[in-house]
């Protein structure tokens, strides 16, 4: 929980598609941080994390890039947060795994350091921690004082979060949560008042790490959870992953021609939802960007 005398500080990685493609979750994710007094330094030198797929060609070429974003938050001498699933099960992998290296396989340490100087970068320390902003949020900030600074609660609005599969299964270990079952998100939901909605697809990917080759079936995927999270009666999907906002809003409409089926459920990026009850306005969190109309959330809260 959040001392009165401490001051949250991180080293920021927002990743590519909220820097992009989805230009009002990286703003979403300032507007929120900035009501709640929490720093960001933006690791402006980062590189992308890859989404995975550089391991396909070398687990060396992931390991490499992603120890220089870390060793970036290492000069700071900061934990590196994201508020993406994605780049969080990368980089969290990875930062996990040349931990581990440093003990069982200190060669391959200077392996990737080796390259690292070549470039003239830092070298990995294993200093560090990467975070996700929602379990900084609950660990660091507390819900409690979430809580305090609500000024409209989200009575009424039913939320079904969506994890997807990154977060909470791309690491070995997962302190903050359990992998299967996990809670915080619906935790969060209860703190600002919305209510939370479980259905199947919640812990499930997103169908985005199939999209560039078997595009049908990415699209099914997603529409299959988008219809369970609609029949247990959500009035909408909150996900704490930009590529899972991607295929679930971006691509909806797209979804629902493959599917045949109207779908039309708005979904939120978690800052987005928090700031809403903080006071931030929905011009400010960018929601009238969304592909699938947010309004209806709005009316629901009585804006």
């Known amino acids: 929980m959040l001392s009165q005398t401490l001051k949250l500080k991180y080293a920021y990685f ?24 929490i720093e960001l330094v933006e690791l402006k ?15 060396l070429l992931e390991d490499t890039v992603n120890a220089r974003n870390i060793a970036l938050a290492e000069e700071l001498n900061l934990p590196l947060l994201t508020h993406c699933s994605t780049c969080q099960g ?31 970068c830092s070298p990995y320390r294993g200093s560090t921690d990467v975070k996700h902003l929602l379990y900084a949020l609950v660990t ?15 009575t009424g609005l ?46 499930q990917c997103c169908g985005w790490p199939l999209a560039s080759y078997a595009t049908t079936q990415s699209f099914k995927m997603a529409g299959m959870h988008i219809q369970d999270a609609l029949t247990s009666g959500a009035d909408c999907i909150v996900t704490p992953c930009p590529l899972c906002h ?5 691509r909806q409409p797209e979804v629902e021609k493959v599917i045949e089926q109207k779908l039309g459920l708005p979904v939120l ?35």
Do not use: W
Not at 19 to 26: F, I, S, T
Not at 140 to 154: A, F, H, S, W
């Open 14 to 37: 927002p990743g590519c598609v909220a820097q992009g493609a989805c230009r009002e979750l990286y703003q979403s994710t300032q507007a929120l941080t900035q009501a709640l007094g």
């Open 45 to 59: 030198k980062a590189a992308c994390c890859g989404s995975g797929t550089f391991k396909e060609d070398s687990q």
């Open 158 to 203: 039913k939320c079904a979060a969506f994890y997807g599969c990154y977060l909470l299964r791309a690491q070995k270990s997962m302190p903050y949560d359990d992998p299967f079952q996990p809670e915080a998100m619906e935790n969060m939901f209860r703190a600002v008042g919305a209510t939370p909605i479980y259905y199947r697809g919640r812990t």
């Open 246 to 250: 991607l295929n679930l809003d971006s």
């Open 90 to 120: 990368v980089i969290g992998h990875v930062n996990e795994h040349l931990k581990e290296c440093k003990t069982s396989d200190p060669k391959y340490i200077e392996q990737v350091n080796g390259l690292l100087h070549k470039e003239g």
């Open 140 to 154: 660091d900030y507390g819900l409690e004082e979430i809580t305090k600074r609500v000024t409209r609660k989200l």
């Open 269 to 303: 990026h978690l800052p987005q939802l928090i700031a809403l009850a903080l006071g931030v306005s929905p011009k400010e969190l960018g929601l009238e960007r969304h592909v699938v109309s947010t309004k209806p959330v709005l009316e629901k809260l009585g804006f």
